[in-house]
């Protein structure tokens, strides 16, 4: 990749990234510079800050500036440890990580003057690859401002985990007799996270967030007795944890307390018990000799990780426990008799998981459905197609949208997005099924499983391909209309997705719908891209059918046939792209995966839990 074209987009995404910023930013002005100065390079001084704090510089030669060739913002590598980035330079090339994640590789940049001590990189560069932190520039101040990301907030028993892009040091003060802890993290963003958690534990009531002021993000944590909080890095360091005493974390090492409650505790005795998944009940029902549905009912969506291999299909649910009743439909699930399966076995694994292990007696497919209250609806099916391009392929459906916490566009009938991607998307999902596909659909009906979690959901099933289904929005213009197919930033297997899936559905609903084509996410969300794109870390696009605000597209939209033909479309589309290049059988791994999924617990519950008129 061109690292001087990357220099130009971001210029222009930055241009429209202006936020006050504190005064005192305005004081810095350019100091005098040693040595002679490249001027054809030097397009000025930068002030580089990790929220108000400004990143170290080591001496006047090594002061972040800005390329004029490129206007790329320059700094030195060292000045970069205070957000936990280690840089090696190689030959004309700089490596950085963070935390031994998020290897990035940038060229090597001379610096502005004859003695420059040393190369510097792209900052801004630097921090979009890795995805952990939000940048804005303040053009009058020439000042870039860098936040970390808040990736995830969760509950684990009576911890509370904080997961960020950047290192961070929570600030927790006491309120209310100690019964409120305000957790205080400077220079960090919300990101995507919900305002309040539908998580709570026996200890922890409720948390919420909230944006306090540019620079600093507050969890309000409200407790059920006053109790002492410790916070302790994790590791890699991006995981906060900040636990009541007497709670197993899994945090590796804890740093001194940095808050005390007013009153000494002497009822915190009995450790509590962790707070996991219950799995309450199994059930097995025919729906015909050629398909056999396991409902799995569950307090809230687990980790699931299906396997099929040989004549087995397993699958796997994490940090999830069976309760007395589900142990007796477990028994009753051995006697379970149908011509797809020779036996059905549900087993607890260890203290914490468990397994469905069906043993199958011919070749079959498989489907899962999220259902709202976190049920779980495994459907055995034989394939109808054992040999076609999509026979054995894992694909992820996301019908957009959901619940009264995510409505979506609204039609000029008051009728919701959420409403029209979930027919559709379904559509989709018994396409892709009657032609081979395993398919796995993160909603089956009106709920929103959260934005992260529809990613986590196709990272966790390791699915070849994900898809989410959306329709647009284009007021104030309502003459706008058509098909886009997104895909994440430049990645070519993704937009050779999005190119077939865009010309099928075309061909399929003919007049109806016009199209307007593949698009990179980086054209309406130039920092980071779509969350559900990036975040997914598979080959996947984001469709937008048509828009709800143009007459024609919305008319098109609510019309059954048109919806079939644009579902036939999308799976067809995707059994295209598997067709065209062999090569891509194998799977597609997004090279830089940007967060860790391994800890079930970090994901924020359905939002479906949370009462219709909490705060939002
Ligand atoms: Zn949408």
Redesign the pocket.
């Known amino acids: 990749m061109p690292q001087r074209k990357i220099g130009a987009v971001v210029a222009a995404g930055l241009a429209g990234l202006s936020l006050g910023l504190p005064a005192q930013a305005q004081k810095s002005k350019p100091k005098p510079t040693p040595g002679t100065l490249w001027a054809s390079r030097f397009g000025g001084t930068i002030r580089v800050l990790y929220g108000a704090m400004p990143l170290p510089v080591a001496n006047p030669s090594r002061m972040p500036y800005r390329d004029s060739r490129d206007n790329a913002i320059c700094v030195a590598p060292e000045s970069l440890a205070p957000l936990g980035i280690v840089a090696t330079v190689e030959g004309s090339s700089v490596k950085l990580s963070c935390a031994d994640r998020n290897l990035v590789m940038v060229g090597a940049r001379q610096g502005p003057f004859e003695r420059s001590g040393g190369v510097f990189v792209d900052v801004v560069e630097v921090l979009k690859s890795m995805g952990i932190a939000s940048l804005s520039y303040d053009a009058e101040s020439t000042t870039l401002t860098v936040r970390s990301i808040l990736l995830a907030v969760g509950l684990q028993g009576d911890s509370l985990r904080v997961s960020a892009g950047l290192p961070i040091s929570p600030k927790v003060t006491l309120e209310r007799e100690g019964l409120r802890a305000i957790v205080d993290i400077s220079g960090a963003t919300l990101g995507e996270l919900p305002r309040q958690l539908a998580q709570t534990s026996p200890k922890i009531l409720g948390v919420r967030t909230q944006q306090l002021d540019e620079n600093t993000a507050r969890l309000i944590v409200d407790l059920a007795e006053p109790l002492a909080l410790t916070w302790s890095e994790g590791k890699p360091t991006l995981n906060a944890v900040i636990a009541a005493p007497g709670t197993p974390t899994l945090s590796e090492g804890s740093l001194p307390p940095v808050a005390v409650a007013p009153k000494p505790t002497p009822t915190v005795g009995k450790p509590s018990l962790p707070a996991p998944m219950v799995l309450r009940g199994v059930a097995a029902t025919a729906v015909g000799d050629d398909r056999l549905r396991f409902a799995l009912e569950v307090n809230r969506l687990p980790a699931v990780r299906p396997t099929l291999q040989n004549e087995t299909l397993t699958l796997d649910m994490g940090n999830i426990y069976l309760s007395e009743s589900a142990k007796s439909a477990a028994a009753a699930l051995a006697e379970v008799k149908h011509p797809l399966i020779k036996s059905a076995h549900l087993v607890p694994v260890g203290a914490s998981a468990a397994r469905l292990v069906v043993e199958l007696a011919s070749q079959v497919g498989f489907t899962i459905k999220h259902s709202k209250g976190g049920g779980l609806l495994l459907d055995l099916l034989t394939p109808r197609k054992t040999d076609g391009p999509l026979a054995g392929k894992t694909i992820v459906v996301d019908p957009?949208?959901g619940g009264s916490s995510s409505p979506?566009?609204r039609g000029d009938d008051g009728v919701f997005?959420r409403s029209l991607?979930l027919p559709i998307g379904l559509m989709v999902a018994q396409n892709l099924e009657a032609m081979g596909a395993n398919v796995v659909v993160t909603r089956d009906s009106d709920f929103d499983p959260g934005l992260e979690e529809r990613a986590i959901i196709a990272n966790r099933v390791n699915a070849d391909i994900f898809v989410?289904v959306?329709?647009?929005?284009g007021r104030p213009n309502r003459t706008v209309r058509g098909i886009e197919v997104y895909f994440h930033r430049q990645e070519e297997t993704s937009r050779d997705l999005a190119r077939f899936i865009g010309a099928k559905v075309k061909e399929k609903v003919g007049e109806a719908l016009p199209l307007r084509g593949a698009r990179s996410d980086s054209v309406n969300a130039p920092e980071k891209g779509y969350a559900i794109l990036r975040n997914s870390q598979m080959t996947g696009v984001?469709v937008?059918l048509g828009y709800m605000s143009n007459g024609s597209d919305y008319a098109a939209l609510k019309n059954p046939t048109v919806q079939q033909q644009a579902a036939e479309g999308i799976a067809e589309g995707i059994a295209d792209y598997f067709a065209a290049n062999p090569a891509r059988f194998t799977k597609y791994v997004k090279p830089q995966p940007r967060r860790e999924y391994g800890l079930p617990s970090l994901t924020v519950a359905p939002e479906n839990q949370v009462p219709e008129n909490s705060v939002k």
Do not use: I, R
């Open positions: 957009g949208h979506g566009n997005e991607t989410s959306h329709l647009n929005d984001l937008e």
